[in-house]
Structures are given as structure tokens and as C-alpha cells.
T-cell receptor
């Protein structure tokens, strides 16, 4: 069974803390993505990666960084968490095709609350 | 630029009614994919269908059907004889390579909340 696993379902952090969200996929996919989901705003792309050590900014990269040292793992880092980063974070992976990215497989999400 | 519009923010129906969720997309690419995802109350996004830009044939899977029309840039989703378990947020998405780039990413609409009442 294909799987995208996010390390934490729920996290509570304080303003200014450094936060790591980890994501692992077992499908040998080239692409990995981090989205955040907020009510009324849908899914917004933060960063994505199409290869090891490669990363591309999405639509809302400010305040975030990412790391992809191994093909199966894609980490999202909040260097100094702020209350406006309270959100649901979704990791996904996909295979690259001639039509662009194939379907995304999503993890269960990580709900982050910053106090 | 790539864009997906789901104009219906919320839809409510009574069980056994048919319901159509609209999706309109914009792209200048000639090769692309269109997708539908379901997000039930549990939160995990579930892939429903993928369609490539060269295949306009409509698809039916049980109570679900999809109508892809390039002439109107639409990829609508119909649920026949809706059930309470269909209650979820449904997202339409577009995958294109972006002009000048070989990188692909998915562009999501804002989603349609479907509520099916017993």
C-alpha cells in the first residue's frame, strides 16, 4: 500500500520556536510538495522539490524553508514560528510525467497551533 | 498562468438527489492533466480521477461521472443519487508544466463543500 507519512498529526508550539515537519514517502516519487490548508483559502503551495537537494518556491514561501537530503524525505522548517502559521500542513508526493506532475498522494496532515 | 476556479463554495442537497460540481480551468499549455480530489471530514485528501488534455471522453465510475470539455475549459463532476457519505470538500486541480519550465506542479481550486442531508 502506497504511503505518505507525516511525522506528527498535532503539534503545539510557542511563538519564536523552530518547528520541523517531516514527511516520508515510500513510492520512489521524484516530486514532493508542502501545502498549507486554511478555511476559505483552499490549498496553497509553500515549496516543492523535484529531485534530491532541489527545491522550488511555491505561492507562499515566506517564513518557511525546506530540506530534501534523501529522495524519500522532505522536511518543512519554520525558523521562527508565528501565530499566523497556525494551520493544517499537508505533504504530498507524485511522479513526473510528460503532462506535468501525476496525481498527488497526500499524507494525513499535520495540524500546527502556534501560541 | 494556470488557474482553477470552483465557483460553488457550498452546495447542500438531500440524499438521492443528483449534484454537479463545476470546475473551470485556465492554461496556455496544450499538455496537461486535470484531477478531482475528495476531502472527507477525516481530513485526508483522496484522489478520484485524472484526465489528460488529449482525452475528452467522459468517464463514469459507479455513481460518479466526469464531463471534460476543452471548448469551455471545464471539467465538471456529477454525483448521481447522492448519499450522506458523499459529504466532503471536493477539489479540482490542474497539472501543467508552466511555460519555460519542465517542472510540474498542481494548481488547486478553492474547493466545494458538499453536504448531503438524510
Amino acid at each position: 500500500d502506497v504511503k505518505v507519512t507525516q511525522s506528527s498529526r498535532y503539534l503545539v508550539k510557542r511563538t519564536g520556536e523552530k518547528v520541523f515537519l517531516e514527511c516520508v514517502q515510500d513510492m520512489d516519487h521524484e516530486n514532493m510538495f508542502w501545502y498549507r490548508q486554511d478555511p476559505g483559502l483552499g490549498l496553497r503551495l509553500i515549496y516543492f522539490s523535484y529531485d534530491v537537494k532541489m527545491k522550488e518556491k511555491g505561492d507562499i514561501p515566506e517564513g518557511y524553508s525546506v530540506s530534501r537530503e534523501k529522495k524519500e524525505r522532505f522536511s518543512l522548517i519554520l525558523e521562527s514560528a508565528s501565530t499566523n502559521q497556525t494551520s493544517m500542513y499537508l505533504c504530498a508526493s507524485s511522479r513526473m510525467t510528460v503532462f506535468g506532475t501525476g496525481e498527488l498522494f497526500f499524507g494525513e496532515g499535520s495540524r500546527l497551533t502556534v501560541l | 498562468a494556470q488557474k482553477v476556479t470552483q465557483a460553488q463554495t457550498e452546495i447542500s442537497v438531500v440524499e438521492k438527489e443528483d449534484v454537479t460540481l463545476d470546475c473551470v480551468y485556465e492554461t496556455r499549455d496544450t499538455t496537461y492533466y486535470l484531477f478531482w480530489y475528495k476531502q472527507p471530514p477525516s481530513g485526508e485528501l483522496v484522489f478520484l480521477i485524472r484526465r489528460n488534455s488529449f482525452d475528452e471522453q467522459n468517464e463514469i465510475s459507479g455513481r460518479y461521472s466526469w464531463n471534460f470539455q476543452k471548448s469551455t475549459s471545464s471539467f465538471n463532476f456529477t454525483i448521481t443519487a447522492s448519499q450522506v457519505v458523499d459529504s466532503a470538500v471536493y477539489f479540482c486541480a490542474l497539472s501543467a508544466t508552466d511555460r519555460g519550465s519542465t517542472l510540474g506542479r498542481l494548481y488547486f481550486g478553492r474547493g466545494t463543500q458538499l453536504t448531503v442531508w438524510p
